[in-house]
């Protein structure tokens, strides 16, 4: 691979990864279904969520969550692209905050999202999140999504 398209590669992976952030913020929920492969494996144990292989329609629904909130923010940085002909691990610290009235839950971790490159481009196959810390605690970060699972629960009730 030429230096040139080796950084086409990072660019467009990187780009991948940013997109993920931003149509989570944005609730942008087809934009973020266009992202992975039709089936991937997702790891957010960490914040005792999913750990399993699942269709990626499903992850995309839990985290339709999100619309609870009243806005969210997802920042990326520190993003290591690594990658091998069809396959490529980006990795990448993020710091989520999630907003619900006077509520605010924050999480900072690591990121790691395995992509497979296809006809149409690049998916994402496999994504992870390890939380490094709850800035404001744990207890807030819970009392946030509660409120945030509450509110979006209760839009769509009768």
Not at 74 to 88: L, M, R, W, Y
Request: glycine letters at 8%; one cysteine or more.
């Amino acid at each position: 691979m030429t230096d040139l398209s080796a950084l086409v590669v990072r660019n467009t992976l990187t780009d991948a990864v940013m997109a993920y952030a931003m149509a989570l913020d944005a609730g942008d929920w087809q934009a973020f279904r266009a992202l992975f492969e039709d089936e991937i494996d997702i790891d957010y144990s960490a914040l005792g969520s999913l750990r399993a292989t699942v269709a990626a329609q499903t992850w995309v629904d839990r985290c339709k969550v999100l619309d609870g909130f009243d806005a969210t923010q997802h920042k990326i940085s520190n993003i290591v692209v690594a990658h091998g002909g069809d396959a490529a691990r980006v990795t990448s610290y993020v710091d989520a905050t999630h907003f619900i009235g006077d509520l605010a839950g924050f999480a900072c971790g690591t990121y790691v999202h395995e992509f497979r490159r296809h006809s149409e481009g690049w998916k994402i196959r496999a994504c992870a999140f390890m939380v490094a810390g709850f800035p404001g605690g744990r207890a807030a970060f819970d009392r946030a999504f509660d409120a945030a699972r509450a509110a979006y629960a209760a839009r769509d009730a009768p």
